[in-house]
């Protein structure tokens, strides 16, 4: 009985989870993932419009019409067609042609609002899904618990959205890392930005995790939604569809989230663009971003980049995007803190020595879904009249904790921690103080003797605990890594080999 009680109290997104994964069956995550996420997208839009739909009929004496669209408009809440409302499709989830009938359910949607045109899945008929699967799909969603038309409801399936946005990226691996940044990351970047009002721009979106946990940190904080707006630009369409979902089902205006296929390197959207936030987590170490092509772009204020490696072109362009006083914070590949090819010194050199770095953060191992190089977080301020010239320094490699044994993440306590030292740092608080093998603030000019390298690591010291470091123990403690690390290898060697064998074989 104690086990059916563990059950039973599960969160709502995971018992949703269990159960769709179960219909996923031999469909691929990357394909599953479109069908769930349409179909959660569909649910929310229908409880919304039944909402304002049932306010509407009761109001028809005062000449409201429950059936006219430009009601729907007015109140910001996409119209749903007769033919593509929940309870229709409900009645027809058991028809061996339910896939059809979501497709067309979709394209009206996206008929009667310009804002969806191009955005939602209409891959439901496919040959690989199956019907009945399919309809079983449509009563999970359509849960009990998520009847009650309220706003409650519709809070819940953005929740529930974007829980399975971050599980399909696990299933998916390193593929599924290139639409979806690891939740505990991107509340970091928020916590320690805390964009309360302005503009808030993301030239590489994804999945729109940045804006969706920027609209979550204005409301946690009393803020008001309206005060921010976000812009944003991706070049996969795919994910760019989902970020538009993400938005919508969150109730944010994606009118100015962009696509192209060129990317904002060579396609930049939002070129006038200046924003109060920059937040974004760009391709590590990105080889092929057409360097080439933008030598003489007056972006490169500060150094032309490398064209084999976009980091410091990324940094650059962030930079450029910048209102007069605004701030950056972004994800980078390690690497960035101390290489000198190509260039790539020199333009950290002059960024140094502009006082634009405020913060630098050393993120622990296994954050990310699709590579498992060290990856740290870069804080970029302009005109800064506190802790001018000053850096902050801030090794986090030991925090967070393993959730499956190839992924790790930051806790809400690993986050406040990180978030409060860098507030305090940059209030110039006096309860701000250095912490030996944690944090360090750190003139420029010491950074200069040490050659512009910008590792945490060589600026906070060994804790003090490690003063009576147990060098046998750790060592003991590493090799079991180690031989655990390279079993690991010779069987996915084996594996490879013997699946080798088999097309050979075919």
Known sequence: MAKVKEIQEEPLEKQLWKAADKLRKNIDAAQYKHVVLGLIFLRYISISFEQLYNQLIEQQSEGADPEDREEYAAENVFYVPANARWNYL????????????????????????????????????????????LGELIDLIGNSTLQNTSTKSADLLGHVFEYFLGEFALAEGKKGGQFYTPRSVVELLVNMLEPYKGRVLDPCCGS?????QSEKFVKEHQGRIENISVYGQESNQTTWRLCKMNLAIRGIDASQVKWNTEGSFLNDAHRDVKADFVMANPPFNDSDWSGDQLRNDARWQYGVPPAGNANFAWIQHFIYHLAPSGQAGFVLAKGSLTSKTTGEGDIRKALIDKGMIACIVNLPAKLFLNTQIPACLWFVTRNRTKRAGEILFIDARNKGHLINRRTRELSEEDIQEIANTYHLWR?????????????????????????????????????EEEDDFNFAERFTALKAEFEEQLKEEERLNKMILENLGKIKIL
């Open 90 to 133: 409900v009645s027809k989830a058991k028809n061996p042609q339910i896939g059809k009938y979501i497709d067309d359910a979709m394209d009206v949607i996206e008929r009667e609002n310009k804002s969806l045109k191009g955005v939602l899945p209409k891959e439901f008929a496919r040959p690989n899904l199956d019907p009945t699967s």
């Open 208 to 212: 729109g995790g940045m804006f969706v």
């Open 427 to 463: 209030d110039e608080s006096a309860d701000y103080q250095d912490i030996a093998g944690f944090c360090a603030s750190v003139p420029v000019s010491r950074v200069a003797e040490l050659d512009y390298v910008l590792t945490p690591g060589r600026y906070v010291g060994l804790p």
